[in-house]
Nanobody, 124 residues
Framework: QVQLVESGGGLVQTGGSLRLSCAVS????????MGWFRQAPGKEREFVAG????????NYADSVKGRCTIARNNARTMVYLIMNRLVPEDTAVYYC?????????????????WGPGTQVTVSS
């Protein structure tokens, strides 16, 4: 079983930055993938960024490419999402997720484990 808990959300002005953290506990082997998703009011949950613990380049949604960086620690206990140049369209609940699939699709159906989420609000 994998447990995920996000933190670091909050209210920020347009152009600001935030670092979201995800505490990971339980069994996540090197074959696991980690991801960040977000869900804005009235919209479906969408992929933001992800990577494999085993290595390889991370994946980013086009909407955040160049503004966000997904990072991790070597102990496989923390995952981060560093977001810069935030805009109101980034307002959403952000979720950390884990998948036991190898190189999973950037889709909610590929991820079995989810945190409760953290709210990010970007004011104009």
């Amino acid at each position: 079983q994998v447990q995920l808990v996000e933190s670091g959300g909050g209210l920020v002005q347009t152009g600001g930055s935030l670092r979201l953290s995800c505490a990971v506990s339980g069994r996540t082997g090197s074959n696991y993938a980690m991801g960040w998703f977000r869900q804005a009011p009235g919209k479906e949950r969408e992929f933001v960024a992800g990577f494999m613990w085993s290595g390889g380049p991370p994946n980013y949604a086009d909407s955040v490419k160049g503004r966000c960086t997904i990072a991790r620690n070597n102990a496989r206990t923390m995952v981060y999402l560093i977001m810069n140049r935030l805009v109101p369209e980034d307002t959403a609940v952000y979720y950390c997720a884990a998948s036991a699939d190898w190189n999973p699709a950037p889709d909610t159906s590929a991820y079995a484990y989810w945190g409760p989420g953290t709210q990010v609000t970007v004011s104009s």
